[in-house]
């Protein structure tokens, strides 16, 4: 089924028209990423070119996608912006709830009982307001996406940071929060900062073990997790004309890890190719006549240095197998120096579980080839040491991996294949372990994520991301230092045998194949349909408005947290078994900053309140300070907020009173949702006034009332002994974010125009 034709064709013909007016406002030659952001630009450009970087410009997407644990705030937020139906096409995606125990099959059984509430919701929810379902089982948002709805050149944005997977489709693809997705929903504009543009020049052909998934991870190595924030990842040259589309998806998909805005490839033949074999031939003919307008001008491939802000070079015939981690996506080792590192690091090199799949390594192609080391270790006698998980990333990829035998290859080696679903990659993992559950331990995974706690709870669980191929030998050898290029595996019969480099189709010969795909088209009308949220519900609770921000100054602001060095989103909202609440403010506030580590005392969930001077849990202490009638102000490190598009980061501390968050920089997502909520983002004029703040600190913020673009704002610090420290902070907040701000949530507003 060919989705949005209509509106494709007609982007396309307006496509080159733009493109060259494009040119002449610039004047100059355009990288990819420019040409679909001027092709979406909101009104026509006029006066001065943007500042890549500085400029706030207004964007009009193609579509909405939101998988069914940011959906439900999201939906809740759109439910009280007065609206019949959704401004552009949008779907939901149930991925996110089905958690991983026993497999697909039992899995997915319980996980139709557990959460009937919650998908009955977003069901009734999708069909009123036309909106397509992806039932649960359907499979994981990023891939359905990539096989439905991306095309060349298009721009989408998705409530999940792993959205910039479609840039694999060349698709300029963004992850956002729910408020974000509520505004385009609603028929408005979508704000962002004009991007800066890195460039990844890709040359050479993979060789041997080595895999898309390593291009990411040598990047993630090279940029760190905030390299790329403010930017999008354009990967081009002759080594990128040599990977497949799916390859070019799992190189976009964790470039969220690295901070960029998106990421996105070129459009080539690989591109058509996966068109063709997923049913949208109409849209892989419309491309080819607009080439031109898909790929960077030719000038910029003769001299990249001149249009981008960065050039990284990569030789894809250099490049080797990596291992990154553990605990952060960046800590790039290749394997053949692993040996060392884990010594140097005291890593555990037993390795305990493999996981293969999830939203950037679940394509047939990554199953095919990790399939084909199956199929050796079969043939010679050895089967695996570890725990071993195979996750595919849709029904229609599963189904055609069953078809093709691809399934059969990993449970004959003692594989467990898991439901089409997220699972263990985002915490919602029952694992199986017989040591105690704090016991340091290694595991293995194809997955982006690694940060503590991430996968299993388990502070002390070394995860290490690599590619499927790789995670699948660690599972067969049971050793993290294991190189396939050099060593060997003894088995069943004492034999010492050396595994091949890994082979498989880039799509199946014979075609896709499914019974049913998952997808439920929305009611052509529905004014009928009613929306039912019980008042009991422990899942579910309809939103109140947030209360406007009239003060001209903010007086004795208690703070609540100064959070110690990486505070991701996790850390402020954690996933697992916190899924479940994502529907009810109220009951998920429980968790906020519960992961977070006090700068006062190293310790998580355990700050002092100063209404009392004991100590207590973070979210009782910020209900305390909000029940006394007192604001709060949360202190935050480096790249604060790193990690997901999850908007409840922003809502939970919102919604317990917390004012202000200070801290020495910003992730890129996780700034615009705390803006959205009516939060003030401030960052440190001084990085160094961090290390001022003291934990009996009442806060005043005495120029409110003067709040306005590019104008600092002063923080006084009233600190216990009597002194006082007075610190400049500075803030992104243009006019129109200003006014979110003044009216309480950028929700209130929309609802404020729409009356």
């Known amino acids: 089924m060919v989705y949005d034709m209509d509106l494709i064709t007609s982007l396309y013909l307006g496509f080159e028209e733009k493109v060259t007016l494009g040119r002449a406002f610039w004047g100059r030659p355009l990288t990819l990423a420019e040409k679909i952001l001027f092709a979406h630009a909101w009104t026509a450009p006029s006066g001065k070119p943007y500042q890549r970087g500085e400029d706030y410009v207004e964007f009009g997407p193609d579509r909405v996608a939101m998988q069914d644990a940011t959906a439900q705030m999201a939906l809740l937020q759109f439910m009280q912006a007065g609206k019949a139906r959704t401004a552009v096409p949008t779907t939901v995606h149930c991925d996110h709830l089905i958690l991983a125990e026993k497999g697909a099959g039992p899995d997915l059984e319980r996980a139709l009982v557990s959460?009937?509430?919650?998908?009955?919701?977003?069901?009734?929810?999708?069909?009123?307001?036309?909106?397509?379902?992806?039932?649960?089982?359907?499979?994981?948002?990023?891939?359905v996406v990539l096989e439905n709805y991306a095309f060349p050149g298009g721009m989408m944005i998705g409530t999940d940071s792993h959205t910039p997977n479609a840039g694999g489709l060349g698709?300029?693809?963004?992850?956002?929060?729910?408020?974000?997705?509520?505004?385009?929903?609603?028929?408005?504009?979508?704000?962002?900062?004009?991007?800066?543009?890195?460039?990844?020049?890709?040359?050479?052909?993979?060789?041997g073990w080595a895999s898309a998934k390593d291009i990411i991870l040598k990047v993630a190595g090279i940029l760190t997790v905030k390299g790329g924030t403010g930017a999008i990842v354009e990967y081009f040259?002759?080594?990128?004309?040599?990977?497949?589309?799916?390859?070019?998806?799992?190189?976009?998909?964790?470039?969220?890890?690295?901070?960029?805005?998106?990421?996105?490839?070129?459009?080539?033949?690989?591109?058509?190719r996966y068109l063709d074999?997923?049913?949208?031939?109409?849209?892989?003919?419309?491309?080819?006549?607009?080439?031109?307008?898909?790929?960077?001008?030719?000038?910029?491939?003769?001299?990249?240095?001149?249009?981008?802000?960065?050039?990284?070079?990569?030789?894809?015939?250099?490049?080797e197998p990596l291992l990154n981690g553990p605990f952060t996506p960046d800590l790039a080792t290749p394997?053949?120096?692993?040996?060392?590192?884990a010594a140097k690091g005291n890593w555990p090199r037993k390795v305990e579980v493999g996981l293969i799949g999830s939203c950037t390594n679940s394509s047939y192609e990554d199953m095919a080839r990790a399939a084909s080391i199956a199929r050796q270790a079969c043939e010679k006698g050895i089967r695996v040491k570890t725990e071993f998980t195979v996750t595919p990333g849709s029904e229609q990829v599963r189904y055609t991996l069953e078809r093709d035998g691809i399934l059969d290859a990993f449970t004959d080696i003692g594989a467990v294949v898991l439901a089409n679903a997220c699972g263990p990659c985002i915490g919602q993992w029952a694992r199986h372990r017989s040591g105690p559950e704090d016991e340091a331990n290694t595991i293995v995974t194809s997955f982006n994520r690694n940060f503590a706690k991430r996968n299993d709870g388990n502070p002390?669980?070394?995860?290490?991301?690599?590619?499927?191929?790789?995670?699948?030998?660690?599972?067969?050898?049971?050793?993290?230092?294991?190189?396939?290029?050099?060593?060997?595996?003894?088995?069943?019969?004492?034999?010492?045998?050396?595994?091949?480099?890994?082979?498989?189709?880039?799509?199946?010969?014979?075609?896709?194949?499914?019974?049913?795909?998952?997808?439920v088209e929305p009611s052509p009308d529905g004014t009928g349909i009613e929306v039912i949220v019980q008042p009991d519900s422990k899942r579910l609770q309809l939103l109140e408005p947030f209360s406007p921000n009239t003060e001209t100054e903010l007086k004795g602001l208690h703070l609540l947290l100064k959070a110690k060095g990486k505070c991701t989103t996790d850390h402020i909202s954690m996933a697992g078994p916190w899924l479940r609440f994502r529907g009810h403010l109220d009951n998920i506030s429980d968790n906020c900053f519960i992961g977070a580590i006090n700068a006062f005392n190293g310790e998580a969930n355990n700050v002092k309140n100063l209404l009392t001077g004991s100590y207590g849990e973070v979210p009782a202490t910020a209900r305390a300070y909000k029940a006394a009638g007192i604001g709060s102000i949360v202190v935050g490190d480096e790249n604060y907020g790193e990690g997901s598009s999850r908007e409840h980061a922003a809502m939970e501390p919102r919604h317990l009173g917390v004012r202000v968050v200070l801290v020495r920089s910003f992730a890129r997502i996780h700034e615009t949702n705390l803006k959205k909520q009516g939060m003030l983002a401030l960052t440190f004029a001084n990085p160094d006034d961090y290390d001022k703040i003291r934990e009996d600190d009442r806060v005043d913020l005495p120029d409110l009332g003067s709040f306005a673009p590019g104008k600092p704002l002063t923080l006084v610090f009233r600190h216990a002994d009597g002194t006082q420290d007075a610190l400049n902070a500075r803030h992104t907040y243009n006019a129109a974010q200003i006014a979110w701000y003044r009216a309480g949530s950028a929700l209130n507003l929309i609802r404020r125009q729409q009356a």
């Open 115 to 143: 959460n009937k509430e919650v998908y009955d919701f977003l069901a009734s929810v999708s069909s009123k307001y036309g909106i397509g379902f992806w039932k649960p089982g359907a499979g994981i948002i990023h891939q």
């Open 171 to 207: 698709m300029l693809a963004v992850g956002v929060g729910g408020a974000d997705a509520v505004d385009v929903m609603a028929g408005m504009a979508w704000e962002l900062k004009f991007p800066k543009v890195i460039g990844v020049h890709l040359k050479g052909r993979l060789q």
């Open 237 to 272: 040259g002759e080594g990128a004309e040599t990977i497949s589309c799916t390859g070019k998806g799992t190189v976009c998909n964790m470039g969220a890890e690295v901070g960029a805005t998106t990421s996105l490839f070129a459009f080539d033949e690989s591109m058509a």
């Open 277 to 319: 074999a997923t049913g949208r031939q109409e849209v892989a003919q419309a491309a080819r006549a607009v080439a031109e307008c898909l790929r960077p001008d030719p000038e910029v491939y003769a001299n990249p240095s001149a249009f981008y802000d960065q050039l990284i070079e990569i030789d894809l015939d250099a490049l």
């Open 335 to 341: 394997v053949s120096e692993m040996k060392a590192a």
């Open 460 to 519: 002390k669980t070394h995860a290490f991301v690599a590619s499927p191929e790789m995670v699948t030998v660690l599972a067969l050898s049971g050793d993290l230092c294991f190189n396939p290029a050099t060593d060997t595996l003894e088995n069943e019969t004492g034999e010492q045998v050396r595994l091949d480099p890994p082979v498989g189709d880039e799509l199946p010969a014979r075609g896709f194949d499914c019974k049913d795909p998952g997808y």
